[in-house]
């Protein structure tokens, strides 16, 4: 289970007092918390023949363009339910978030089509990922932007003043 083909490894069970070997599935594991071994799993077999549904982890590849201009990448759905023949149930799913900007939602319809495995998900309700603004940013520019514009009105009537000749609350009587 440590290879290739990782938790959808098909295995070869041979029950004591037969010669037939029976594939199976790990169909549900425990792990001891603090040394990370198998205590105890359960397998279910199956036939090579017929499509299995299966859980598969999801692996973002790339850096996101919105992550480098300062947004947060926000991974939704690390797994995927999938049905496929035993020996086509990917390890896991690659999606590559490169182009993904800020604002923008990934979606399970965005990704491309693996050859012999269908997604169980629904195609244009799971999100996979998006790439948003961290919160207090947007508060950040809006406080920015109110103080700019406080600025301004307070700038703006003191250069009209002057060149109306007016004198500006800056100058001096003497």
């Given amino acids: 289970m440590t290879g290739p083909s990782g938790l ?3 295995l070869d ?18 792990q001891d918390p603090i040394r990370g071994t198998s205590r ?4 279910r077999e199956i ?19 919105g ?6 990448l926000s991974l939704i759905a690390r797994e995927l339910q999938v049905e496929a023949l035993p020996a086509n149930v990917p390890e896991h799913i690659d999606v590559d978030i490169a182009m993904l900007e800020v604002g923008d939602v990934l979606r399970l319809a965005d990704i491309p089509a693996i ?9 244009h309700e799971t999100v996979i990922a998006t790439v948003s603004m961290p919160r207090g940013y947007a508060e950040i520019e809006e ?3 109110a103080a700019a514009e406080e600025a301004a009105e307070g700038a703006v009537p003191e250069a009209e003043a002057v060149e109306a000749g007016e004198p ?3 100058s001096s009587e003497e």
Avoid: W
């Fill in 168 to 170: 500006s609350d800056s």
């Fill in 143 to 145: 406080a920015d932007l």
């Fill in 8 to 10: 959808h490894a098909i």
């Fill in 115 to 123: 050859e012999n495995v269908t997604f169980l998900d629904d195609l």
């Fill in 47 to 65: 036939r090579l023949d017929q499509a299995i549904h299966a859980t598969v982890v999801v692996h973002l590849v790339g850096e996101s363009a």
């Fill in 67 to 72: 992550v480098k201009s300062g947004g947060v």
């Fill in 13 to 30: 069970v041979v029950i004591e007092g037969q010669t037939t070997a029976h594939p199976s599935i790990l169909a549900e594991y425990e």
């Fill in 40 to 43: 105890t799993f359960d397998l």
